[in-house]
Nanobody, 125 residues
Framework: QVQLVESGGGSVQAGGSLRLSCVASGYTRVSSAMAWFRQGPGKEREGLAGIDTAGTITYAGSVKGRFTISKDNAKRTLYLQMNSLEPEDSAIYYC???????????????????WGQGTQVTVSS
């Protein structure tokens, strides 16, 4: 059973920073693509940043230049460094992994088979 567990969410003021972590356990491939998504109240779940099997990184325009995704294969951990946070960034943040190697822009939620439970991020103005 694959498990993804996010941590690092919390409440910050606008302009602040947070670092999210996602630890993978169970049968996960190092070659899986992984990504961060978020879902705000009444909104669709949107892809923010992803790393494909080749290590190619893709960012959504809304977070490019502010968020940085990284992955430590030895620790089976995915990170999301979030800087210059805005109230519009408030949402539940999820990490996700694919079951099979996947290449290309990996921000489409339909590509992902495994999801974490989410961690809340709240940014106040």
């Amino acid at each position: 059973q694959v498990q993804l567990v996010e941590s690092g969410g919390g409440s910050v003021q606008a302009g602040g920073s947070l670092r999210l972590s996602c630890v993978a356990s169970g049968y996960t491939r190092v070659s899986s693509a992984m990504a961060w998504f978020r879902q705000g109240p009444g909104k669709e779940r949107e892809g923010l940043a992803g790393i494909d099997t080749a290590g190619t990184i893709t960012y959504a325009g809304s977070v490019k230049g502010r968020f940085t995704i990284s992955k430590d294969n030895a620790k089976r951990t995915l990170y999301l460094q979030m800087n210059s946070l805005e109230p519009e960034d408030s949402a539940i943040y999820y990490c996700a992994a694919t079951r099979i190697p996947t290449w290309g822009p990996v921000l489409d939620r339909s590509l992902f088979n495994y999801w974490g439970q989410g961690t809340q991020v709240t940014v106040s103005s």
